[in-house]
């Protein structure tokens, strides 16, 4: 049970994540990286506030190269090559493929020391893979409308970039949290980089435009962060990776019950889909205190060989 508050926490950023669509909507037609820049700044804002309350903390940030360099690729790499394939091909295409991280999680983290794949992992993680698929595409054909395009290789990457950030970053387990916020300035300051050689400015116009981006920087791009790399360094990743596939489908609920969407039947069977793929992946942490204390037989010491 030691990985199950960890795990959750975990959870809570996919569910955090399940606003990005309906925030970045009501933040209005800023561009994407003005935008990037703007949120992940607020985003290491909040790590690095409680500083003033934990002085010593700010001595997180002097880790080897390694874990900047494994930071810096998971948070700037990925949402600067996101942004690019989102503009380079059909948005709902790369969505497919770059949703291919959760599964790309469970696999990678079978070679992690004390990991081990089982098939649940991967019939919960498939199960989760086809909701997604369905909620993504509303129950249409799946495939390359127009062929290969550099957006699909880009979001390939992607899928890569972050799996890869989301499992070598648990071998970085005694590294603080705080070391996210460092993460979270370097992409605000290559985003504003990129914005300023390619895209126009363009302000906020309204109190709204001005609130959305301020929770978006907070809440999902700031303590989501934080709380994906607690899930990840402490939790149960293979649990996560299957989790994962929830977010598309919150995103769309949050979305419908905005009033941003129509209701379609595709919602309701990602829906299952998504929930028995996650209770499968799940199995251990769900059902395994329940065997044992049912097998125990009575009077016997569990602790005994």
């Known amino acids: 049970m030691h990985k199950t508050i960890p795990t959750l926490i975990g959870f809570s950023a996919i569910l955090t994540w399940s606003f990005l669509a309906l925030l970045s909507t009501a933040a209005g037609p800023i561009p994407p990286f003005q935008l990037a820049a703007m949120t992940f700044l607020l985003g290491g804002l909040v790590g690095a506030s409680s500083w ?11 880790q080897p190269w390694q874990v900047w360099a494994t930071g810096t690729a998971g948070l700037c790499i990925y949402h600067c090559a996101y942004f690019f394939a989102i503009q380079s091909a059909p948005p709902v295409e790369v969505s497919l493929i770059a949703y291919l991280w959760p599964l790309l999680i469970v696999v990678f983290a079978a070679f992690l020391p004390g990991e081990r794949l089982k098939a649940h992992h991967l019939v919960g993680v498939f199960l989760g893979l086809a909701g997604a698929m369905v909620v993504i ?41 705080d070391v996210v916020a460092g993460y ?19 302000w906020p116009q ?86 044992a204390v049912a097998t125990a037989t009575p009077g016997s010491n569990p602790s005994a060989p």
């Open 52 to 62: 003033v309350f934990r002085p010593g903390a700010i001595q997180s940030l002097r």
């Open 137 to 177: 595409t509303k129950g249409g054909q799946v495939g390359l409308a127009n062929g290969v395009m550099t957006g699909h290789v880009i979001a390939l990457f992607c899928a890569f970039i972050w799996s890869g950030y989301s499992v070598v970053s648990r071998r970085f387990g005694q590294v603080p949290t």
């Open 184 to 202: 979270c300035f370097i992409t605000a300051a290559v985003a504003f980089a990129l914005h300023l050689a390619l895209e126009p400015t363009v």
């Open 206 to 291: 309204t109190s709204t435009q001005w609130a959305a981006i301020a929770i978006l920087g907070a809440i999902p791009l700031g303590a989501g962060f934080y709380a994906w790399d607690y899930g990840c360094k402490h939790g149960d990743i293979m649990i996560l990776g299957a989790l994962s596939y929830a977010a598309p489908l919150f995103s769309v609920i949050v979305l419908l019950l905005a009033g941003f969407g129509v209701f379609h039947w595709s919602v309701v069977l990602a829906c299952v889909l998504i929930t028995v793929g996650a209770v499968v992946a799940a199995r251990d942490l769900l059902f395994k205190p329940r065997q």
